[in-house]
T-cell receptor, first 108, second 115 residues
Framework: RKEVEQDPGPFNVPEGATVAFNCTYSNSASQSFFWYRQDCRKEPKLLMSVYSSGNEDGRFTAQLNRASQYISLLIRDSKLSDSATYLC?????????FGAGTTVTVRA | GAVVSQHPSWVICKSGTSVKIECRSLDFQATTMFWYRQFPKQSLMLMATSNEGSKATYEQGVEKDKFLINHASLTLSTLTVTSAHPEDSSFYICRLREGSYNEQFFGPGTRLTVL
């Protein structure tokens, strides 16, 4: 079983829509969690950390459910520039495990 | 934010040649450097971890004699793909950690294509 699993998508949504997707992790000892954004042929860039109480950064909301071992990301009022692959990243004792990513395409 | 560079950003080579990729931190000292590779539509896979001045620790399944890592200083790490083959074609990315547990910076990546 992979350490981090994501629905690969793609999620094709119109501008202004809300899109949400999850990520599950297998190791209950996972310590911290992140969402990264990766554009085609580029390096991943940190979008936001995910905190136990859930957190919001502008149009992006992240949730963590330790009991069920999943993380979610919700994008409100999606923009064309949100089109990217979103990587779920889990930190276990300093080692990062990456999901394969969820591709989101926002269309005009 | 911290700046990390990788060179070259893109390389095409013939099968059997060796390719060296450099990862540099430009404005901080990286105590630990990580090398990843990413095949299309797949996740980043950790290849090895290196600390300055010591031998790299390789992940299971990664051949240390094929992927030579040298972390010669706190600002430079190199990954050499020896006798590259088409199956080594991938996106190679370094990640640097600056002491603090949560400080992590990715290089822009190197796309290797082996013909």
């Amino acid at each position: 079983r992979k350490e981090v699993e994501q629905d690969p998508g793609p999620f094709n949504v119109p501008e202004g829509a809300t899109v949400a997707f999850n990520c599950t992790y297998s190791n209950s000892a996972s310590q911290s969690f992140f969402w990264y954004r990766q554009d085609c042929r580029k390096e991943p860039k940190l979008l936001m950390s995910v905190y136990s109480s859930g957190n919001e950064d502008g149009r992006f909301t992240a949730q963590l459910n330790r009991a069920s071992q999943y993380i979610s990301l919700l994008i409100r009022d999606s923009k064309l520039s949100d089109s990217a692959t979103y990587l779920c990243v889990v930190n276990i004792m300093g080692k990062l495990s990456f999901g394969a990513g969820t591709t989101v395409t926002v269309r005009a | 934010g911290a700046v990390v560079s990788q060179h070259p950003s893109w390389v095409i080579c013939k099968s059997g040649t060796s390719v060296k990729i450099e990862c540099r931190s430009l404005d901080f000292q990286a105590t630990t450097m990580f090398w990843y590779r990413q095949f299309p539509k797949q996740s980043l896979m950790l290849m090895a971890t290196s600390n300055e001045g010591s031998k790299a620790t390789y992940e299971q399944g990664v051949e240390k004699d094929k992927f030579l890592i040298n972390h010669a200083s706190l600002t430079l790490s190199t990954l050499t793909v020896t006798s590259a083959h088409p199956e080594d074609s991938s996106f190679y990315i370094c990640r640097l950690r600056e002491g603090s547990y949560n400080e992590q910076f990715f290089g822009p990546g190197t796309r290797l294509t082996v013909l």
